[in-house]
Antibody, heavy 121, light 107 residues
Framework: QVTLKESGPALVKPTQTLTLTCTFS??????????VSWIRQPPGKALEWLAR???????FYSTSLKTRLTISKDTSKNQVVLTMTNMDPVDTATYYC?????????????WGQGTLVTVSS | EIVLTQSPATLSLSPGERATLSCRAS??????LAWYQQKPGQAPRLLIY???NRATGIPARFSGSGSGTDFTLTISSLEPEDFAVYYC?????????FGQGTKLEIK
């Protein structure tokens, strides 16, 4: 059974760095063609893809947020970590991690429940 | 960046009716397009991938069509549980993008 779960602070202050962890089970990020992405959704708004890490440690970032994002993985712990620097109130959103694999490469077949991050002083 | 534009923004229909949702890409995405359903408080669910393939466990009333820049999601006969927000997403290149969503509401 594939599951993903996001964890991290619910509240961060402007200019701080956000660190989110995606802990997953039921698959391995060392399996060829496996990928994990981070996607966010501001309240009442659309989804926005942020970053992706692949089984071979290739990394991809949204061009608009590239300078602020870092994605990494710990295969032994089944975790993917996203850091976002210089947080701003407009970054308030639910942050999801999601898996892509096989026929669904590039699409997201399993998602975490999401974690709401509020940016406020 | 490939921009996906969905229409209409809101679609009001009754159970049993046919729903047609549109997604237009700013440049060709070939057939590399997916559709997701999202209900309040839930993560999105993959419905259709590669424009016309139903994901595992998705009912046959959901179908997708199109290629290039114009895509359609059709729900043949609406069930009460189908009222939700629907998003399209492209994977033509590594910079994935989503549309802004279509809200399907009960008339």
């Amino acid at each position: 059974q594939v599951t993903l779960k996001e964890s991290g602070p619910a509240l961060v202050k402007p200019t701080q760095t956000l660190t989110l962890t995606c802990t997953f089970s039921g698959f391995s990020l060392s399996t060829s063609a496996m990928r994990v992405s981070w996607i966010r959704q501001p309240p009442g708004k659309a989804l926005e893809w942020l970053a992706r890490i692949d089984w071979d440690d290739d990394k991809f970032y949204s061009t608009s947020l590239k300078t602020r994002l870092t994605i990494s993985k710990d295969t032994s712990k089944n975790q993917v970590v996203l850091t976002m620097t210089n947080m701003d109130p407009v970054d308030t959103a639910t942050y999801y991690c999601a898996r892509s694999y096989g026929d669904y490469g590039g699409y997201f077949d399993y998602w975490g429940q999401g974690t709401l991050v509020t940016v406020s002083s | 960046e490939i921009v996906l534009t969905q229409s209409p923004a809101t679609l009001s229909l009754s159970p049993g009716e046919r729903a047609t949702l549109s997604c237009r890409a700013s440049q060709s995405v070939s057939s590399y397009l997916a559709w997701y359903q999202q209900k309040p408080g839930q993560a999105p669910r993959l419905l259709i991938y590669d424009a016309s393939n139903r994901a595992t466990g998705i009912p046959a009333r959901f179908s997708g069509s199109g290629s290039g820049t114009d895509f359609t999601l059709t729900i043949s006969s609406l069930e009460p549980e189908d009222f939700a927000v629907y998003y399209c997403q492209q994977r033509r290149n590594w910079m994935y993008t989503f549309g802004q969503g279509t809200k399907l509401e009960i008339k």
